[in-house]
DNA sequence: GAAAACATGTAACCGGTTACATGATTCT
DNA sequence: AGAATCATGTAACCGGTTACATGTTTTC
């Protein structure tokens, strides 16, 4: 259900289409929570049809025309709702770390590159989360822009605290990741002389 | 593939039964990879049938018998060929994260049992690591106390330093879990005041 | 005129979860 | 005798991935 409530989360800022909602999926809500549009279109439909949001059909062009979804005072209620009700933790399932559990089976080389690519994969990570928070720094970012707008401003502080919050948690993770895998390299090599 | 990866890893210490595996799902390697036995059970047959693992039937009591299953040399190469292969990072889906981003819309006492319980989490998983750590530590691990039966003296240090080094990347994991989670206790405290 | 972006889906598949179902053995 | 443990599955469902499919509009 979190796909769904993420989607209800960017429809309190203003109606969007689908399209609209992948795109955002792309940039900036993908850095915590991934969607494919195949996944998006068809959610938005059940969404309607529970009446969590309602679609309009906007002209787009001469022929075209696109679905502009609106939160209905339901949807915002479910929204607030899951945001209260306390989240189910689900069982450990660490590829990563399966994997490093039995890196002596590994060429010494491939255990290597595992590592490398584990740190490339985390510092990706961290240049798009530190982005991010560079973007809540300066104001630059264009969703919050909007959301603000609607937003009383004595929230304003607590809107943008929560997410840089959200931002430097995912840092150092990603930050303790690397540091993690570098670790890993000096053991690999440790090991082979 | 990774929980096929993870039987496969398990029966290169011994031959085992679906039980025994879903005994060790539930302690040791379950801190790392979860499984049900519901999914056991028909992924050990699928293996079987592709020729990674043979089964033979051990009489077990008077009337019952149990299937006891041997890795063969097509499942050690498959696992190798895992173990040697670059893991692919899926997408970040993090519904923790996904939640705190959005913490204003929540009451001040539901963000805080949400800090709380995400305490509590990692706090427990922390716990469990660090035994973990302190099997190896003590040699009072059974699983590898058997794995080193079957492994050359020389690659006894690999072996443990391995798992070693997963699980103190996992501990360190929960600590920055708990650390984020008390920090947005505070932020909490201070935007309610 | 072509390419990029906008727009919206369907279908097959896959891994994992939850619930259901059954029966034997061993321990106390 | 009863409880705990050992033993092995099936079935419905759910969320997510990948591939396929199509057409419009805008920009260069």
Known sequence: MSLRNALLSLLTVEPMTGYDLYKVFESSVGHVWHAPDSQIYP??????????ITGQD???GQRGKK???TITNEGIAEFKSWMNT??????TRDPAHLKAAYLEWADPEAAREQMRRHIAHYQSLLKQWQERIDELEQGTNSMLAK??????????DATIAFKRFT??????????EIQWAERGLQ???RLNS
Chains 1, 2 share one sequence.
């Open 43 to 52: 959610e938005l439909k059940r969404m309607e049809s529970e009446g969590l």
């Open 58 to 60: 906007v002209q787009w």
């Open 67 to 69: 679905r502009q979804y």
């Open 86 to 91: 306390p989240l189910e933790y689900a069982r």
């Open 147 to 156: 959301r603000l707008k609607s937003t009383p401003r004595k929230d304003w």
């Open 167 to 176: 931002y430097e948690g995912l840092v150092s993770r990603a930050e303790a």
């Open 187 to 189: 053991l690999i090599d």
